[in-house]
């Protein structure tokens, strides 16, 4: 894939969490795919903060989506390149305070294999 591309899965991610439609969400990600979260870390320490698979994932966003009814992402700025993209946002949900998010998504054959989120 080309970054171009990859900019595309980007923002077709953005559309589907921010539309909070977890079937979209999830064909955008490898069936094996991983993801860390400093949340989850927090929320379930025994993870360490990763989920592996499709069905960790849907669990892991079905309950963020069940408890932040009014979470979006607003898109600051996209990075690319033709394995990864750096995603920079800003997370909203009612009742706390905004939270300024890095993420980056790596990408093979049109497949996120990998996301990984940073902040404070």
């Known amino acids: 894939m080309n970054a171009q591309a990859n900019k595309g899965i980007a ?3 953005f559309e589907a969490f921010n539309a909070h439609d977890l079937e979209a969400l999830l064909l955008l990600y490898a069936d094996d795919a991983q993801h860390y979260s400093p949340k989850l870390k927090a ?6 903060g990763w989920v592996r698979g499709k069905q960790a ?9 069940d408890r932040l009814p009014s979470l ?8 690319a390149d033709d394995e990864q993209v750096f995603m920079e946002y800003v997370r909203h949900a009612d009742g706390e305070a905004d939270l300024r998010v890095g993420e980056v998504l790596e990408i093979h054959d049109a497949a996120i294999v990998s996301s990984r989120v940073y902040h404070g």
């Open 11 to 13: 923002h077709l991610w």
């Open 72 to 79: 979006r992402y607003q898109v600051l700025k996209l990075t």
């Open 43 to 48: 929320r379930s320490p025994g993870t360490g």
């Open 57 to 65: 994932l849907r669990e892991w966003w079905s309950d963020a989506f």
